[in-house]
């Protein structure tokens, strides 16, 4: 069992260029989310989908886009990335946002110059 | 605001001390979640509790929705328990809302 797959596991970009971060779960779960983790905060979610074909935002979205077309895949677009995205990023998934445990994929240290 | 507090920011106890970190939140929540996070950055999921009291172990979450407070407890601790322990409250069906986490230092 895989679990939940996150690609890369670590990334330099410079200020500007665009990229996707990868998450994969094979799980069959319906609810997936995206959280980044800074120094001395919380997780805070950036966006979440509770099904194929529907995302909504979290509390911290601006920056970043995503989609789920599949039930497996919900990847994380930074769009023009900037100093402030440098983070570590997580994806989770769970059978049942309000039932079930979540499962977390092991991160993205992102790191913008 | 949906607001989620954890204390002690910070512990250290000696192997075999029997240790709680408090988890208090500003509203009523659908759920409340314990996880673990290694010193390698590995997230794991400990709990999800809506009520009562769940244990798995040596360790052991309860909840007071009443009080809006939640409690883990690790009995006889180890260093393998070393960690960062963070709550986070279920507010609404489809959002999390975490901690800032509680770093747990087990002594030998």
């Known amino acids: 069992n895989a679990g939940v797959t996150q690609t890369p596991k670590f990334q330099v970009l410079k200020t500007g260029q665009s990229m996707t971060l990868q998450c994969a779960q094979d799980?069959?779960?319906?609810?997936m989310s995206w959280y980044r983790q800074d120094p001395g905060m919380g997780l805070r979610l950036i966006h979440y989908?509770?099904?194929?074909?529907?995302?909504d935002q979290g509390e911290v979205p601006n920056g970043y886009n995503v989609s789920r077309s599949t039930t497996e895949d919900f990847p994380l677009r930074l769009l023009s990335a900037a100093p402030s995205q440098t983070s570590v990023y997580f994806c989770?998934?769970?059978?049942?946002?309000?039932?079930?445990?979540?499962?977390f994929g092991s991160g993205t240290r992102l790191t913008v110059v | 605001k949906n607001e989620v507090e954890q204390s002690p920011q910070n512990l250290t106890a000696q192997e075999g001390e029997f240790i709680t970190i408090n988890c208090s939140y500003s509203?009523?929540?659908?759920?409340l979640h314990w996880l673990q996070q290694h010193p390698g950055g590995g997230i794991v999921s400990l709990f999800m509790?809506?009520?009562g009291k769940k244990k798995h172990g040596r360790l052991i979450a309860t909840i007071n929705i009443q009080e809006k407070h939640s409690s883990l407890h690790i009995t006889a601790s180890h260093p393998r328990d070393s960690a960062v322990y963070i709550c986070?409250?279920?507010?609404?069906?489809?959002?999390?809302?975490f901690g800032t986490g509680t770093r747990l230092t087990i002594i030998p």
């Open positions: 989770a998934s769970s059978r049942d946002s309000t039932a079930y445990g979540y499962t």
């Open positions: 799980m069959n779960h319906e609810y």
């Open positions: 989908s509770v099904g194929a074909g529907i995302t």
């Open positions: 509203v009523g929540i659908s759920a």
């Open positions: 509790l809506s009520s």
């Open positions: 986070a409250a279920l507010f609404g069906n489809e959002k999390l809302t």
